[in-house]
Each structure stands twice: as C-alpha cells, then as structure tokens.
C-alpha cells in the first residue's frame, strides 16, 4: 500500500491542524493505521492509532485528550485532528499501515508497521 500524508504546516501555541493520510492500493479498512513522530531528539515515537475495526483507538499520554484519530472509509483516509497543539508537538509527523487481520489489537511498536507515508512537518511556535 502507498500512504499519502499531508495537512502539515506552521501554528502558534494553542492552535489546531488536521493531517490526513490517504492509502491507495488497499481500502484504508484493511489496515491498522498509526501516527508517528519523529525529532531528533527523541526518535520516532507512536502518537495514536486506530484498528481494523475502526472502533479501538488508542494515544501516547503526551497527547491523549487534545488529539484524535479518525477515519473515513469512503475516502481511504485517516485524519489526526491535533488541537491545543504545544512547541513540545513540532515535529515530522509519519502515518503508517500494518497489515495483520488482527481487527482490534493495538501496535504500537514502528517494526509492527509494514509501510509508511513520506511524512510531513508540523511546526509549532511559542
């Protein structure tokens, strides 16, 4: 499957930004879809996911309450609506696809995810 992330940009401290990650090839159903971030200083790490089912989401605690994941199976998309965003957020921000028939289980490790989106910067200033 190819991803396609997008939705990236510069905001102020408190704002919000939507990233939306588009698959072709595949339905979106078919796959577990995560979010991940990457900086240098801590690597990359999981920030939310949502299974098969479309129903078991699940967040990092950094982030719980302010962001969302969703999915529109229509559109072959996941979106993560990111609000009250912090300087603490900036960061590159990858989707990835897992392709186990688990319908619920969570992964939340990046060698769980067999393909991955190009990535796309979010900026946040203080």
């Known amino acids: 499957v190819q991803l396609q992330a997008s939705g990236g940009g510069l905001v102020q401290a408190g704002g919000s930004l939507r990233l939306s990650c588009t698959t072709s090839?595949?339905?979106?159903?078919?796959?577990?879809m995560a979010w991940f971030r990457q900086t240098p200083e801590n690597g990359r790490e999981f920030v939310a996911t949502?299974?098969?089912?479309?129903?078991?989401?699940d967040y990092a605690d950094s982030v719980k309450g302010r962001f969302t994941v969703s999915r529109d199976d229509a559109k072959d998309t996941v979106y993560l609506r990111m609000n009250s965003l912090k300087p603490e957020d900036t960061a590159v921000y990858y989707c990835?696809?897992?392709?186990?028939?688990?319908?619920?289980?969570?992964?939340?490790?990046?060698?769980?995810?067999?393909?991955w989106g190009q990535g796309t910067l979010v900026t946040v200033s203080s």
């Open positions: 990835a696809a897992n392709s186990r028939e688990s319908y619920n289980s969570i992964y939340w490790r990046t060698d769980e995810y067999d393909s």
């Open positions: 949502i299974t098969r089912s479309g129903i078991t989401r």
């Open positions: 090839g595949r339905t979106v159903s078919s796959y577990n």
